[in-house]
């Protein structure tokens, strides 16, 4: 463990700017919104932001990736296939636990499963992420609802606690220590780790006042979703809420939907090619459409089902090795439906105490 003073802490992120990509919180001057992107140096950031709209996922699973070229040539009856991997050396800045939890949500969906995805993996390789602990709740969080926060446990570099005037810095792997002893940081003792964990206490103490637009007590529910015990006028009540936007699945940390097309190379030959990855969205109809034309999930409840399925059910969490809920509260926030979350979780415990 280490210390930095506050005035001091983006040095730990200019040194990483100097081999990395720096991605990290900011306030948007002209909408006063806070967003988590690539940042032209270290001190546009922000860690004081609230919880940004977008989570950053984008910087491992972006919203529009070319993954794979490709030519024909017709007299030759050759192909030429060039897979296009992004392994650009990249530094998260920043991240709230919620957003880390996602980020592992999703590296045990396109690594850790049957097959790995190469395209994610080169994403993944040189990633540095420097987390940060949650020292008060923003009004739409409800992560101890399910284990998303307010601190990280894995998955960092460097995890930074805010003190008051200093920052705890703890190193989560090898290259984090590394980066903590060249920059030459006071080590820290057992009473700044003491500090730490009464800031964490406090912080789930201020839930009930702070954290004032969200709550989702999502144990007796996932008993429910598991078993299929719902009655169908429950989710028809909720898809006949939903607008189908897709926006809960953008917003969400642990959404992974894709879709895959191959586009015309711009300005290529006739048989030029690009393969594009896309997000995509279970709340659209044609996500699940066959190629024959029959969908199965036509009816927007089945696909809400669906949804929360994957969120709430046991063998998506058995699966994830947690909840797929991560309690950020974007798919709140965003849903002109009404139909986030918390409120899927109320409706249905509603209707297992009716």
């Known amino acids: 463990m280490y210390l930095i003073k506050k005035s001091d802490v983006l040095r730990l992120a200019e040194e990483l700017g100097k081999t990395h990509d720096l991605y990290g919180p900011f306030m948007e001057p002209a909408t006063k919104q806070a967003?988590?992107?690539?940042?032209?140096?270290?001190a546009d950031i922000d860690l004081a932001a609230p919880i940004p709209a977008l989570p950053p996922k984008h910087a491992l699973l972006p919203h529009y990736e070319k993954i794979l070229a490709y030519s024909y040539d017709k007299k030759t009856q050759k192909v030429d296939l060039a897979?296009?991997?992004?392994?650009?050396p990249k530094a998260l800045f920043g991240v709230r636990p919620c957003d880390l939890t996602g980020i592992l949500c999703l590296d045990r969906f396109f690594l850790g499963q049957e097959f790995l995805d190469e395209v994610y993996k080169y994403h993944r390789k040189n990633?540095?992420?420097?987390?940060?602990?949650?020292?008060?709740?923003?009004?739409?969080?409800?992560?101890?609802?399910?284990?998303?926060?307010?601190?990280?446990?894995?998955?960092?570099?460097?995890?930074?606690?805010?003190?008051?005037?200093?920052?705890?810095?703890?190193?989560?792997?090898?290259?984090?220590?590394?980066?903590?002893?060249a920059m030459g940081l006071a080590a820290a003792d057992a009473k700044h780790q003491a500090e730490k964990t009464r800031r964490i206490d406090k912080c789930i103490t201020l839930f009930d006042s702070v954290a004032t637009d969200n709550k989702a007590w999502i144990s007796r529910v996932m008993n429910r979703v598991t078993t299929g015990f719902i009655d169908e006028a429950v989710w028809e009540y909720i898809g006949n809420q939903c607008f189908e936007c897709g926006a809960c699945s953008f917003v969400c940390p642990t959404c992974s939907c894709f879709n895959i097309v191959d586009l015309p190379r711009k300005n290529g030959g006739a048989h030029e090619s690009d393969r594009v990855r896309t997000w995509d969205s279970?709340?659209?109809?044609?996500?699940?459409?066959?190629?024959?034309?029959?969908?199965?999930?036509?009816?927007?409840?089945?696909?809400?089902?669906?949804?929360?399925?994957?969120?709430?059910?046991?063998?998506?969490?058995?699966?994830?090795?947690r909840p797929g809920c991560v309690g950020c509260g974007r798919c709140q926030w965003v849903c002109p439906g009404d139909i986030g979350l918390p409120n899927v979780v109320t409706y249905i415990r509603r209707e297992i105490h009716s």
């Open 282 to 321: 279970c709340s659209y109809e044609g996500y699940t459409r066959e190629a024959g034309g029959h969908n199965p999930r036509k009816p927007v409840e089945d696909r809400r089902n669906k949804r929360f399925f994957c969120k709430l059910s046991y063998s998506q969490s058995k699966k994830y090795l």
């Open 127 to 181: 990633l540095f992420i420097v987390s940060q602990t949650c020292v008060a709740p923003f009004k739409q969080c409800f992560c101890v609802c399910c284990d998303g926060g307010p601190a990280a446990s894995e998955g960092y570099d460097l995890n930074l606690t805010d003190l008051g005037d200093t920052y705890l810095v703890e190193a989560g792997s090898e290259k984090g220590k590394k980066l903590a002893e």
């Open 83 to 88: 897979p296009i991997y992004d392994d650009r």
């Open 35 to 42: 967003m988590f992107e690539r940042v032209g140096k270290a």
